[in-house]
């Protein structure tokens, strides 16, 4: 991943300090110590694109009209592209460290 403070792209084992603030993860960078976050606009991509795949995916399964399985099935397509648009746009952003971390 790379660092939008120092711009030096590191491995995701060479983040040594990690927090866990809530729901979301904190990771220190190893070269600038800045605290970083995944974006989370891309993350609501992810999980909203992991339902569309899931939801219809599992209606598909109970119903027996091949009309709607077709739309369901587009749905799901449309799930898991807006997933991996999601999974490329990932980044981490610099944030102020949580209490624990000061």
């Not at 939801?55 to 807006?82: E, Q, T």
Request: proline share 6%; hydrophobic share 40%; charged share 20%.
């Amino acid at each position: 991943m790379k660092c939008p403070s120092c711009n030096t792209v590191s491995k995701n084992k060479a983040f040594k300090n990690i927090q866990k603030d809530g729901k979301r993860l904190e990771v220190q960078c190893p070269n600038c110590d800045q605290w970083l976050t995944i974006d989370p606009t891309t993350m609501k991509f992810k999980f909203a694109g992991f339902a569309l795949i899931l939801l219809p995916s599992l209606i598909n399964f109970f119903i027996d009209d091949v009309h709607y399985r077709l739309i369901l099935s587009v749905i799901a397509l449309l799930g898991a592209c807006l997933a991996v648009y999601g999974v490329v746009r990932t980044k981490l952003i610099p944030i102020e460290p949580s209490n624990e971390n000061k």
